[in-house]
């Protein structure tokens, strides 16, 4: 009884990709979190074009069908947006800012190189800390409202009540860092995940993603691709340096990296273990987890935002 | 790391503080409104007994004060006066006897026992002649206490020339 009235309800962390759609519910067990359902359903050809969804009631047709054999109906669900789909800033405001002066100052930012009109669009932003200076970074991202409009009403009808849209490369980031909570508190970090054909590397510190990059996998070209975009980044980037690279993948795929080297140094490579960090339910199947773990990194991070009661 | 949300939530928060605020308000009008109700009730069926038994009282009291006492109770209230005056009276007499007995002292009589049962007195004694106890009853003043006085036993005595007597009075 006490455990029904007192247990924080679970988040449905729903990852639609081209070909696939993917889902993890977490539980927070003993101060742990539990996966309580791990799902997932392939997607007919023609849902998505380029990378975007097109096809509207296909989609809807087996999301409706995927919540109904996972039994989720009326489940809150947190869904990203692919990261080319969003466009995030940051600018410099005073600090002691209101609401409506810090949305007013966005809105400027983006008019300056953007030609849609403001109701066209749906932006969010956060306030970082601010120091001394009297002025404080706003991180802000901004996102077509017709799209995002589109995908809230497929996800309502297909049975799911959304609750959050995220950006993947944060949400597949958030799963990461969970995953390897102590030791990416400090410098900057790489990760590479490799999922379903594409590769994405994130370079990143404890503050913000510095660097994003996606293509398409060529196994062959894995390490030749992934050490020319940090000697890229290097270049960019002269003053930070990328310390590690976390490996998100396949064991076959982290087989295929060899030595890595930033600067002229080598950085070590570690492998990024979801399963390790989170207890699986009994009823769950234990052994597709521990294997494909890094397929549910992206849903995973997105069940691991905290559900508001709003 | 930030956390972003596209969805209009501020929005959404506005307006469940909103709410919340409002459900606030409306609880901190209604419970004490419950609570003083709920109170009014328990109250209510406490005092209904007792509104009854007080209703029944007046009823009587007001059914007493038009048809007033009964024969029976009259009757039974005279018996009582009178009770209450007999034994007034039977007390008075009493301490007038006990004055008057002790302040009397005979020659010729000489009382050995003085009983009392109810309003019955019985007096034993010792006289020298039947004429002697007859003197002494003359001049008795106690004797106007008693309604009748009884020669009961007059015995001549065989040790010496006195005679026993008994006497029965009634107050």
Not at chain 1, 154 to 171: E, V
Not at chain 1, 265 to 272: A, G, L
Not at chain 2, 41 to 64: D, F, H, V
Request: aromatic share 10%; glycine share 4%; proline share 3%.
């Amino acid at each position: 009884m006490k455990s029904a009235l007192f247990r924080k309800p679970a988040l449905v962390g729903l990852d639609i990709q081209p070909g696939k759609i993917r889902l993890v519910q977490l539980a927070i067990f003993k101060s742990h979190y539990r996966i309580d359902r791990i799902a997932r359903r392939d997607l007919p050809v023609g849902v998505f074009r380029d990378g975007v969804i097109c096809d509207w009631g296909g989609l809807q047709q087996e999301l409706a069908a995927f919540v109904s054999v996972c039994d989720l109906t009326s489940a809150a669900a947190a869904v990203s947006l692919p990261s080319h789909l969003v466009r995030t800033d940051h600018i410099q405001v005073p600090t002691g800012l209101s609401r409506q002066e810090k949305e007013a100052a966005i809105w400027g930012a983006i008019k300056a190189d953007a030609s849609h009109p403001k109701a066209a669009l749906s932006i969010d932003f956060v306030e970082l800390p601010a120091d001394d200076s009297g002025y404080s970074s706003v991180f802000f991202a901004v996102a077509q409202e017709a799209y995002l409009t589109k995908l809230i009403d497929c996800m309502k009808r297909a049975g799911l009540f959304p609750k959050i849209i995220d950006i993947d490369r944060y949400a597949t980031l958030r799963a990461a860092s969970f995953a390897r909570q102590a030791q990416l508190s400090d410098g900057t970090s790489a990760l590479l995940h490799l999922c379903d054909g594409t590769a994405s590397l994130i370079i990143f510190n404890a503050d913000d993603i510095l660097f994003h990059q996606q293509w398409l996998l060529d196994e062959h070209l894995i390490n030749e691709t992934v050490q020319r975009y940090l000697d890229f980044y290097s270049t960019m980037h002269p003053a930070s340096s990328v310390q590690r690279l976390l490996f998100c993948g396949s064991p076959l795929h982290y087989g295929c990296l060899r030595e890595m080297r930033v600067n002229g140094q080598s950085i070590f490579i570690e492998s990024v273990d979801l399963a390790s960090q989170m207890h699986v339910a009994t009823h769950v199947n234990d052994e597709d987890f521990h294997t494909f773990n890094f397929d549910y990194l992206l849903a995973c991070g997105l069940a691991l935002r905290e559900l508001t009661p709003w | 790391m930030v956390n972003v949300n596209l969805l209009p939530w501020r929005d959404a928060q506005y307006r469940y503080q909103s709410r919340q605020l409002k459900r606030y308000f409306l609880a901190s009008l209604i419970l004490p409104f419950m609570a003083m109700t709920i109170w009014y009730i328990r109250l209510q069926n406490e005092s209904e007994p007792l509104r009854e038994k007080l209703n029944g009282l007046n009823e009587r009291w007001s059914a007493y004060r038009t048809a007033g006492p009964s024969e029976a109770q009259v009757h039974q209230e005279e018996v009582r006066c009178a009770k209450i005056q007999l034994i007034k009276q039977t007390n008075r007499k009493l301490r007038q006897f006990f004055m008057s007995f002790s302040s009397e002292a005979s020659q010729t009589v000489c009382f050995t026992r003085v009983m009392y049962h109810g309003r019955d007195f019985i007096f034993q004694g010792r006289t020298q002649s039947s004429y002697a106890l007859t003197d002494f009853l003359k001049h008795w003043h106690t004797s106007s206490l008693f309604s009748e006085i009884k020669l009961q036993q007059l015995i001549k005595s065989k040790q010496n020339e006195s005679m026993q007597f008994q006497l029965k009075a009634n107050l």
